[in-house]
T-cell receptor, first 117, second 109 residues
């Protein structure tokens, strides 16, 4: 099946620094990728929808200047957490939609655990 | 290589039917198995299973984990059209998660 990878798997950084997380679709082209954040009790919050070649669509309450999304190619989207603070510590998950597949299946990455000290 | 496989990929039933969705996994460092319901935006958390043989129940939904068989089932009884969604199974490992491709359930009136 289709595979989506994320890099890094986990990252620890100091408060005030920026962290970039990559999301790649390995064997299909993804015109649309999604970024989620996992909250306590396992709930997932959609942060933004990333469209190749255009600006990302952010959900209400998500600061676009803090969470920069770049979808530069059909297989890569990046999420940069700028000036990270401890409250940004979380598990970030991306997913990619395979539009070549008739079912439009959405494939999830393994997630990136961010810890901000 | 870690795998999470859901079956069936797609299912169409009528209101009132009972459905059983399957999730099997092969992962290292298993911590828990989670079920989500995805309708529009973010998947909505349904259950987290860590212990084998203990059924978790929420209304018409229930789920159970079988660690020996490396699988879990999600049951929905007396289905309603509002149950139409993609149901995702995910396995939480020590440091990351592995999602299945989902089962698309369509409940017809």
């Amino acid at each position: 099946g289709a595979v989506v990878s994320q890099h890094p798997s986990w990252v620890i950084c100091k408060s005030g620094t920026s962290v970039k997380i990559e999301c790649r679709s390995l064997d299909f082209q993804a015109t649309t990728m999604f970024w989620y954040r996992q909250f306590p009790k396992q709930s997932l919050m959609l942060m933004a929808t990333s469209n190749e070649g255009s600006k990302a669509t952010y959900e209400q309450g998500v600061e676009k200047d803090k969470f920069l999304i770049n979808h530069a190619s059909l297989t890569l989207s990046t999420l940069t957490v700028t000036s990270a603070h401890p409250e940004d510590s979380s598990f970030y998950i991306c997913s990619a939609r395979d539009y070549g597949n008739r079912t439009d299946t959405q494939y999830f990455g393994p997630g990136t655990r961010l810890t901000v000290l | 290589e870690d795998k999470v496989v859901q079956s069936p990929l797609s299912l169409v039933v009528h209101e009132g039917d009972t459905v059983t969705l399957n999730c099997s996994y092969e992962v290292t460092n298993f911590r828990s198995l989670l079920w989500y319901k995805q309708e529009k935006k973010a998947p909505t958390f349904l259950f987290m299973l860590t212990s084998s043989g203990i059924e978790k129940k929420s209304g018409r939904l229930s789920s159970i984990l079988d660690k020996k068989e490396l699988s879990s089932i999600l049951n929905i009884t007396a289905t309603q059209t509002g149950d139409s969604a993609i149901y995702l199974c995910a396995v939480e490992k020590n440091n990351d998660m592995r999602f299945g491709a989902g089962t698309r359930l369509t409940v017809k009136p």
